[in-house]
């Protein structure tokens, strides 16, 4: 594993962060995580645009064209003399003495690690994983992939507490937005649901991704919000994420889903996506 701050490759432990960047103190950034698969980015114009994005969002101006970011992110995964990937790039909004506004003459900062993917069990992706269902407490502006990550934190760690793979949001105890750090889908009579991208949801490359390969497979994906109970009732729910990829729920609040077995559209769009990638 490699690190990088500001233009420099240095060592995964190095410490190279300054004390008053302000992404350490306010969480005053944005960020992206992209998987390399057999020497090549998977979606990285998709991760990048999506970047530019969030950083419009909060107002952050890049210290690097578009096109210095992506050609770092080939000399990272070319340095790193690693094959299959997980590149995390952040960028912050500088270092500066601490004062909530945006500070004058401040210079982003880019910095993050690139070290191999974790590894989910496979039987994960073969039998179906757990799920719990609670609030959402998070703020927003969901839109943007934000450093500002405990209302995630939290979620998650209630889902590891609860033996689960995931936390499945509830906002204001009537809609399913998405997982701690997944967008979710619930199957009903053969239509795929799943919440809008509006501020609510991080629209995901993942989820962009299979939403067309369903279309295009001949499924009806409706962009709705539903109920908590529409998915305890759903005949399938599943996650997708850069690193969920497509991942089957079969346990949710402690009772199966549908059957209880990964739904047909589940595997199919799961052995799909992973068609696209290139996973073997
Ligand atoms: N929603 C949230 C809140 C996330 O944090 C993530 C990914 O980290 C996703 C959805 C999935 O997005 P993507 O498919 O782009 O990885």
Redesign the pocket.
Known sequence: PLGFIDGKIVDIDALVVPLEDRGHQFGDGVYE?IMAIDGKYVYLKE?LDRMERSCGEIRLVPSFSREEVENFCHQLLKESGMNDAMLYLQWTRGVSPRVHSFPPNTRAILSGTIRPAKVIPPELFANGARAIMIPDERWLK?HV?SLNLLG?VLAKQLAVEAGCFEAILVRDNKFVT??????SFAVKDNCIYTAPANNL??A????AVVMAKAQELGYTVKEEFVSPQFYKEADEVFL???TTEVMPITILDNEPVGDGKVGPITRKLQEEYWKLIGKK
């Open positions: 995580v991760h969901c992939k995630s998405e997982g701690s750090n997944s967008n949801i991080l995901g490359v993942t989820r997708t994420g850069t």
